[in-house]
């Protein structure tokens, strides 16, 4: 029974010793596979990133060659338009262009020359300060009076300095003429005058202008340096005309 009980307690030892030999070689195995397959995913990991760093160099180079393509097309096209003007469609325009000009400034030039000897006003118009004046006999509208003014080559008299008030008043005196001043219809708080120019200098009398009956649309002299009036637009006064020499 003794002999028994020590062959089974032999075994037992035997068969754990051999049970933590098969454990301590099953953990080698385990480690040693584990290990090896975190070193193979490491190395996949570096050749990824290695390989997308490849490509976004490539997109780049290739987004650069795009740009710079644009950028000498469009290079070139500034330099066409630049030196377009070898065109000869656009070269005769520009052409007849400078022409013009050139005619323009002729004429300027032949007007500056006889500036010194042109002294003469149409019959019926008075010389004053380089600018020829009609001071009409008959009365007429506002209206009538700028039209009258057209047909002359000229315009209802432009008032714009105090010297060119002085000068008009030596022969208006203390007649009243219609001057070409009138209410902008779209604001009736500004003036424009008839060559289309605001009204940057006036000589308004006292108190004026009061657009009385809101009727007052049209401007005119009263006599004296400091007399100018609003009146409504269809009174007939007499008139005075602004035009040039006549050489």
């Known amino acids: 029974m ?92 520009i052409t007849g262009l400078w022409k013009s000009v050139s005619n323009i400034m002729g004429d300027l030039s032949k007007l500056k020359d006889k500036g010194s000897s042109c002294t003469t006003c149409s019959p019926g118009w008075k010389l004053m300060n380089s600018h020829c004046y009609y001071f009409s006999t008959s009365t007429e509208t506002w209206e009538k009076s700028s039209e009258i003014c057209s047909e002359h080559n000229a315009i209802l008299i432009t008032i714009k300095d ?40 006036s000589a308004w009398n006292e108190g004026e202008p009061n657009n009385d009956r809101d009727s007052e649309h049209c401007a005119e002299l009263m006599g004296g340096v400091q007399s100018w009036n609003d009146r409504p637009c269809h009174n007939k006064l007499n008139y005075i005309c602004k035009g040039v020499w006549s050489c």
């Open 162 to 201: 105090s010297l060119e008030m002085s000068t008009l008043f030596s022969t208006i005196r203390t007649s009243r003429y219609w001057i070409g001043l009138k209410r902008n219809p779209e604001d009736i708080n500004v003036w424009v005058w008839t060559d289309g120019s605001p009204l940057t200098y």
């Open 2 to 93: 003794e002999k028994m009980k020590n062959f089974y307690e032999r075994s037992l030892d035997e068969s754990n010793t051999d049970m933590d030999l098969s454990s301590s070689n099953l953990n080698e195995t385990f480690f040693s596979h584990t290990g090896g397959h975190t070193r193979k995913s490491h190395g996949w990991m570096a050749l990824a990133i290695v390989v997308t760093l490849g490509i976004i160099f490539i997109l780049l180079g290739i987004l650069t060659g795009i740009l710079f393509g644009h950028y000498s097309t469009l290079n070139n096209e500034l330099s066409v338009l630049k030196y377009n003007v070898s065109d000869p469609v656009l070269k005769n325009d």
